[in-house]
Structures are given as structure tokens and as C-alpha cells.
């Protein structure tokens, strides 16, 4: 039977290196790793740095190396953690307390880093470097404490600005970034605000403080159900986030109100509606998009209730929240229509017509011109005292009365200026019932054309007495007014021939 050959592990004892070859093996490391820091090659270079450290971990130079790696590509807590573990290994070690210092800083500690600033002016009072690493460690806590007061008296500019003048030195502090994030949000600034947390979200996706503005831009866009989703996680991840828990119960309730008061204006329960959306309006004074609309809803029940002059302040206020709201001109305009304020009208239809060249918004804004036009000429139904839908015989009924009661010779015994004031009323009577009596000049009345411009009135050919003896008496009708002491006012008679 042939023979098998059979591989016999062979066992090799371990290489063991004295220790002046570790070092050496861990300096060559080193050394590569420097090389490739100079290239800006730092990711090759960390690798280099970490092998040194498995090398020899006792040695402070490689930690403090490869923090300044990792700070290069803005990795600082780890960064932080090294410059920690090297002066744990050599207190003495200056660089280390340096870049301690600056990962502090970077961080957002300004406290920590002046500590470690300190030390190393302890060790070197001379150091420019952490003389004016101390300073901006200083100047960082003077902008923290100028963006809490400005939060304190909702001043979200201020605060704004303060923190981006502190990311420019703590540029890897999330606390900062999130509070500017929530003062953008409180100014109506939400994509900024989003992008803000959306960035801290992609490194962190538990930060239930990002989770929160994420959740806060949403509610104050008025997507409140999608809003609750992120205050519900946010919560989840810390379940004592009191910011995250208020907006969570805000959006709640607003919503439901909002939702009651809506489903009572469709029941045609306006006054119901009203107090329902004046109640939505307490609940948060901050969300400008819903309180916009909660205004305008407001108004709508108002005009429902003839409120015409509180629907047009709330369509006001909710223009001042928001300034591009369309449905809320629109609501004004009607309102200023139905108050004949015709001026006004016209102003928010072409506001909005610049805003939505539809053709409804040019009918309705050809419509408010129209009336403006109408409203600055004579209104022969005012003159008469009757309706625009009046019926022809209202009409004549209407200027028997007018016609009467203005006519010169009942007014012989006024003063010159009160009988000069009577004998304008008897002709603009006289004009009104002219036109209003003629079915075509009725029609081009109503359309807005002016009769004066036609010539109806020019040339001095209109006589009023005219047209109230052929109305009265015809060509040889007569009449006389009882002017005597017995009479009481407005007390007339006619005689005909």
C-alpha cells in the first residue's frame, strides 16, 4: 500500500521584540504618519499615528499626533480624547493641553478650553498662541451669554447673530447650531432652520434636540401631523425634553381646535366658529402660518356674521403674518366691497392679480374698478332714496316724494342759501329719475358708464321743471304749495286746470 504524505502543522514560536525594537518599529510609524500630514494626507496618516499607538500606548507624542489628525478632519471628540489621554501620559506635555484646549473650543466648551489654555500658559507665559486661543475662548462665552439674554427677550436676530459669530470659532458645537436652527424656526426662516438640524441628523440621528426643530419647522408650516411624528421621537429619545413635550400638546391642540371650529362653520354655526377660532388664536402666539389662517377663517365667520369691520382687521393681521397669503386679500377686498370701500378693494385685487394673473382675480379686480368708477359719480339710487333693484313703479313713487319735497316754490320762504341748496336737490332729483325711468339710460347707468360724459346732461338743455310738470300735470296741469301758518311742514296741494 503506497505511502500518504500527510502536512504536519509545524509550530513557530512567536517573534518577540525587545524593547528598543518597538520603539524604533513605533518612531518609523511616526515618521510616515508625519510625512503624510505634511501631503494633507490625513486620513493615511491617522492609520500611520494609530499604528504607533498599538505599538507603544504609552507614548503621549503619538496621541497628541493624532489628535491633531483627527482635528484637521474635524473629527474633534475623538480628537478631544486623545489630547486627553496624552497629557494623562505627560502632564507637561504643552501641545497636548493646546489642542485639548482648541478641541474644547471647537466643541463649544468655552469653560474647558480656558483651563487648558491656562496650563499651558503655566508651563509657557509666553505662548502667543494660547494667549489668543484664551481670548477667543473669552469672547465665545461673551456670545453665549448675549444669545441667552436675546432668547430671554425673543430677540431670535440677536440670537442668530450671536451664534454664528460663536460657530466661527466652535464650528463642531451642536448646541449652538441647534439654538440658532430654533431661533430661525421662530422667525419664520424654516428652510434654513431645516437644513441646520437635517445636517446634525445625518452625523447623529438620536439628537432629539435636532429631532425637535426638525419638528418645530413643521409645525410652524402648518403640517402639524407630520410635526407631531418628530416631537414624538424626539421625545423618545429623551424623555425630559420640555421644549419637544410643550410643541408636542401645542400641535395637539391646535389642531383639534382648529378642527372644531372649521366643522362649525360648516354646520353654518358661525358664531360658534368665532369663538372657536379666537380660542386657536391663544394657544400659540409663535406659529405665524396657522395663526394666519386662523385669522383669515376668523374672518370669514365675521363677514358671515356682518362683522365687516373686525373681518377686515383680522384679514390685516393675517397679512402682517403672512404676507404672500392670497385667500386673505382676497377675504379683505370682498369685505371692502361689501363696505363700498372701493379704493381699498381695487389695491388688494391687483395685489393679487400681480401675485395670480388668473381670470377670476381679473374679473374680480375689473369688477372693484368698476364700482370705484360708479361710486365717484352721482348715485341716482341715493338721490331717489331707493334699492338698485328698484321696480319702475318705486321708482316714480320715489321721485314724486324727492321731487316734492325739494321743489323751489315750497322753499319760497327760506334764507337765499337754503334755497339755493333745495334747487340743486330738485335737479339732481330730476336727473335721477330722468335716467333711472329710461330703460336704456338705466342699463348704461348700471353698466358704469357716465351720462354726463355721454352728453346727457350737457348744454343746458335739461330742465328740471320740466320733467316734474310732465310728470305731475302734463302740458296743461297747474299746482301750488300751502305755505300758510296753519300748515304743518311738507304740507302741499295741487290744483289742475
Not at 400681480?354 to 341715493?382: P, V
Request: proline share 2%.
Amino acid at each position: 500500500m503506497a505511502a500518504v504524505d500527510i502536512d504536519v502543522p509545524v509550530e513557530t514560536e512567536p517573534q518577540i521584540y525587545n524593547q528598543d525594537d518597538l520603539e524604533r518599529q513605533a518612531e518609523g510609524f511616526k515618521e510616515q504618519g508625519n510625512a503624510l500630514y505634511s501631503r494633507k494626507d490625513y486620513s493615511e496618516a491617522f492609520n500611520y499615528y494609530t499604528k504607533a499607538i498599538d505599538t507603544c500606548p504609552k507614548n503621549a507624542s503619538y496621541y497628541g499626533n493624532r489628535a491633531a489628525t483627527l482635528m484637521m478632519l474635524c473629527r474633534f471628540r475623538e480628537a478631544l480624547e486623545d489630547s486627553q489621554q496624552a497629557v494623562r501620559l505627560d502632564d507637561c506635555f504643552m501641545k497636548g493641553h493646546l489642542r485639548e484646549g482648541k478641541c474644547h473650543l471647537s466643541l463649544g466648551n468655552a469653560m474647558a478650553a480656558s483651563r487648558c489654555f491656562q496650563k499651558v500658559l503655566e508651563l509657557e507665559p509666553s505662548n502667543r498662541e494660547a494667549q489668543q486661543e484664551d481670548k477667543n475662548a473669552a469672547t465665545l462665552l461673551e456670545y453665549e451669554r448675549m444669545a441667552d439674554f436675546g432668547f430671554e427677550k425673543r430677540d431670535f436676530r440677536k440670537v442668530v447673530y450671536c451664534m454664528d459669530r460663536a460657530l466661527a470659532m466652535a464650528s463642531a458645537c451642536h448646541r449652538f447650531k441647534i439654538l440658532k436652527a430654533e431661533c430661525l424656526a421662530l422667525l419664520g426662516r424654516y428652510p434654513e432652520a431645516q437644513s441646520v438640524a437635517s445636517d446634525i441628523l445625518r452625523m447623529d440621528s438620536t439628537n432629539a434636540d435636532a429631532l425637535y426643530v426638525r419638528g418645530l419647522c413643521l409645525y410652524y408650516e402648518d403640517c402639524i401631523d407630520k410635526a407631531v411624528q418628530f416631537f414624538v421621537q424626539a421625545l423618545r429619545m429623551a424623555p425630559d425634553h420640555e421644549k419637544a413635550r410643550l410643541a408636542c400638546r401645542n400641535a395637539k391642540a391646535l389642531k383639534a381646535k382648529k378642527e372644531e371650529g372649521n366643522q362649525a362653520f360648516k354646520n353654518n354655526n358661525y358664531e360658534a366658529a368665532y369663538q372657536l377660532y379666537t380660542e386657536a388664536l391663544t394657544i400659540d402666539p409663535n406659529n405665524i402660518k396657522t395663526n394666519a389662517k386662523l385669522y383669515c377663517n376668523r374672518a370669514t365667520a365675521g363677514a358671515k356674521l356682518k362683522k365687516l369691520n373686525q373681518a377686515i382687521e383680522d384679514c390685516t393681521s393675517a397679512i402682517k403674518l403672512d404676507d404672500t397669503y392670497i385667500k386673505a386679500y382676497l377675504r379683505r377686498a370682498q369685505c371692502f366691497m361689501d363696505t363700498e370701500q372701493y379704493e381699498e378693494a381695487v389695491r388688494d385685487y391687483e395685489k393679487v392679480y400681480q401675485t395670480e394673473k388668473t381670470s377670476d382675480h381679473k374679473h374680480l379686480l375689473k369688477n372693484a374698478q368698476l364700482q370705484l368708477k360708479k361710486s365717484k359719480r352721482k348715485d341716482y339710487y341715493k338721490v331717489l332714496g331707493v334699492g338698485k333693484n328698484a321696480t319702475e313703479d318705486e321708482i316714480k313713487k320715489a321721485y314724486r316724494k324727492r321731487a316734492l319735497m325739494h321743489h323751489p316754490d315750497r322753499h319760497s320762504a327760506a334764507t337765499p342759501e337754503v334755497q339755493k341748496e333745495e334747487e340743486k336737490k330738485f335737479k339732481e332729483v330730476g336727473e335721477a329719475f330722468t335716467v333711472l325711468s329710461d330703460p336704456k339710460k338705466k342699463i348704461r347707468y348700471d353698466n358704469g358708464h357716465d351720462l354726463e360724459d355721454d352728453g346727457c346732461f350737457d348744454g343746458g338743455d335739461f330742465d328740471a321743471n320740466n320733467i316734474f310738470r310732465a310728470f305731475f300735470g302734463g302740458h296743461g296741469g297747474g299746482f301750488s304749495f300751502d305755505s300758510s301758518p296753519d300748515s304743518g311742514p311738507g304740507n302741499f296741494f295741487f290744483q289742475f286746470g
